[in-house]
């Protein structure tokens, strides 16, 4: 009986993972069985980014993801009726939609809040929208039911930390280094006392979930991550798996189902 209650507690304490995806890459259905195969492999959230000429914060493959997919014509509205297909299909994981602050800012941020809401999303992650100069994005979630995830950064203050938190977000995602993304990160004592900051509970003494991204390409670092973070985040290493699968559904729908797993721990 006793045993059966570890096993239980253990189960409890999973890491979560938030998996990326570039809407439509390399190409509608490709992208869809990509998203599958998390869901499959055990993803929490799906984190879809808009294909964007300048994605400022990711690395080359992501680039590189984003520009073929423009090459190929596809727009925004394209990028919203692939979520809308996500959510009618997988009615029970949480999207959030990564973007950057002129795709959102451009058509207006409620009225893009508005759309994205009637798309299915549940959260917004806008890295060049910092939590205290952004555009009305965290009262446009609130307005139409979804949340505002902040980035922090290990650069960031120890009082400019604090006064993230005071504003009672629910989610941070926490970047574990500086840069762009994709290239292997080693998880540090720096890093540690970083996300340690994070676990302060806010002035009304709630303690945000936190999900550490930034070049998490396997289970080593997942499992240092652990004791520090509710979850988190992958996205280079599933694109390469993508393009690796070189247009095979099967073999694409495999390695990613696989290694999702492996992040989490469940293989």
Known sequence: MKRNKTKQNEAKKMIKLMSHLVAN???PELSFAAAQALVEGGADILEVQLPFSDPSADGPVIQNACSMVLAG???????MSFIARLRKSFPEVKIAIMSYASLI?????DAFCKKASEAGVNAMIIP???FDCD???TVACKKYGMEN????????????LQKMLDCGFKTVYAALRAGITGTDTKVGAQTVDFLKKL????????????YGGFG??????????????EGVVAGSVFVRLIDAAAGYKDVLQKTISEKAKEIKGTV
């Open 25 to 27: 890459y390399p190409t």
């Open 73 to 79: 014509g596809a727009t925004g509205e394209d990028a």
């Open 105 to 109: 800012f451009t058509p207006g941020v």
């Open 128 to 130: 060049d929208l910092p």
């Open 135 to 137: 555009e009305g994005l």
């Open 149 to 160: 995830i902040p980035v922090a950064a290990p650069s960031m203050s120890d009082g400019r």
């Open 199 to 210: 676990k302060r509970p806010n002035k009304s003494g709630i303690v945000p979930e936190i």
């Open 216 to 229: 998490i390409h396997g289970r080593e670092q997942a499992q240092v991550l652990e004791p520090y973070v």
